[in-house]
């Protein structure tokens, strides 16, 4: 198990406190979607309050390049961060980061610095200019109208977009299992299996980020909308149950995809077993989630 693995469940087991060589810091995880494939990773990172903001360094502890989930921040600023919380447990919350620049990166970076010196070695072990990036975690407040109506705007997007990707993914299946050539297409020369292989992890990969997401997101629905904590609670329970699957099913395709039709057939048997429910659960939220929002239910 890897220092990240190892610091990550210590973090979630003890209301974001670790020992070792990160007892006493300010910790942080940070969840973003990878910069080429969308995959989630999370990280540990130190942080520094202002405010109602996070601030986050990427000196990746004096490293020459810049930390991934930097490179991830700049593809996607929404992330999903975990804090230690007064309840006495770590709560997801959804967040947008802004990269700040000039004096006001500047005066930020050296407070930290003052107050963490590590953080001025780590500076002068490199070239680059270590980036300071701030993270406005998500408020549904009254006075955000139409930040709310974006949300759900949004919300329905994501579930048009899954159910897009995932009939490519069913489309490639039955193509392959039909006994189509190896060749999706002769202009392309692309390779069938391997166009369904990616299409099937871009599909994982989307819906797990978006279960993320949307666990931070439902954090900030609970404290402005404490009458949606009973369904608030069943989607989470359901976001657990996908997330099973979806590891099953990586696992399948991390084995390589089965040339036999026969053998694609039972690959597609998975995959309707994955997402069996799939849309009741997107109904189900866009049921209780969109009202509070005040956003239109779609027809």
Not at 234 to 256: D, M, P
Request: charge should be negative; aromatic fraction near 6%; proline fraction near 5%.
């Amino acid at each position: 198990m890897d220092l990240s693995k190892n610091v990550i469940e210590e973090f979630r087991a003890n209301n974001g406190q670790v020992g070792g060589m990160f007892e006493g810091a300010h910790l942080i995880l940070l969840t973003t979607a990878g910069a080429r494939t969308g995959k989630p990773h999370t990280t540990p990172a130190v942080y520094l309050r202002d405010g109602n903001r996070y601030l986050v360094f990427g000196s990746n502890a004096g490293g020459p390049k810049h930390p991934h989930w930097y490179h991830n921040l700049l593809a996607n600023p929404h992330l999903t961060v975990e804090l230690g919380t007064e309840e006495g447990a770590v709560k997801p919350f959804a967040a947008r980061a802004v990269v700040l620049e000039g004096e006001a990166r500047d005066r930020y970076w050296e407070l930290q610095c003052s107050r963490e010196p590590a953080f001025r070695a780590y500076a002068e072990q490199t070239e680059r200019t270590v980036p300071v990036i701030a993270l406005h975690l998500l408020d549904l407040g009254a006075n955000n109208q139409e930040r709310n109506h974006m949300i759900g705007r949004q919300l329905i997007q994501h579930h048009n977009d899954l159910r897009s990707e995932l009939h490519r993914v069913r489309a490639g299946i039955d193509r392959a299992s039909a006994g189509e050539s190896a060749q999706a297409d002769a202009g392309s020369g692309a390779d069938l299996v391997g166009q369904l292989r990616r299409h099937c992890l871009t599909f994982c990969y989307a819906l797990q980020t978006h279960h993320i997401r949307e666990n931070g997101t439902f954090t900030a629905f609970e404290r402005q909308f404490p009458h949606l904590l009973p369904a608030l609670t069943r989607l989470r329970q359901e976001h657990e149950v996908v997330e099973r699957a979806l590891e099953e099913f990586e696992a399948l395709l991390n084995g390589g995809l089965p040339a036999d039709p026969a053998d694609v057939k039972k690959l597609r048997a998975e995959l309707d077993r994955l997402v069996a429910g799939l849309e009741e659960h997107f109904a189900y939220e866009e049921q209780h989630l969109l009202p509070a929002l005040e956003v239109p239910l779609p027809s």
